[in-house]
């Protein structure tokens, strides 16, 4: 089963930055566009950042445009997530999932904690 592996997470102060990574193997990796979300506690997911298969076309939430940067490695099956000038409020746990019916399916994500 393909299941993504996400991982970068940690704990930083305001304003600091986190890259995070999303290894997706078992698949042609290439053929698929990329989704970031996160969860906070007590909210619903939401959606962060989106990737086409290329990686040349990427769409952010109004919560994270300008500071947010996804991106991708095709021949390393990775996506990236390069976070800057972090709030308080993206204290969440973090998750990629591919967008496919097929192989999108959800990894146990990676948290970020931002907190002075």
């Known amino acids: 089963q393909v299941q993504p592996v996400e991982s970068g997470g940690g704990l930083v102060q305001p304003g600091g930055s986190l890259r995070l990574s999303c290894v997706v193997s078992?698949?042609?990796?290439?053929?698929?566009?990329l989704d970031w979300y996160r969860q906070a506690p007590g909210k619903e997911r939401e959606l962060v950042a989106s990737i086409n298969n290329s990686g040349g076309w990427t769409n952010y939430a109004d919560s994270v445009k300008g500071r947010f940067t996804i991106s991708r490695d095709n021949n390393k099956n990775t996506a990236f997530l390069q976070m800057n000038a972090l709030k308080l409020e993206d204290t969440a746990l973090y998750l990629c999932k591919v967008q496919s019916q097929i192989f999108g399916t959800w990894g146990q994500g990676t948290q970020v904690t931002v907190s002075s």
């Open positions: 078992g698949f042609t990796f290439s053929n698929y566009g």
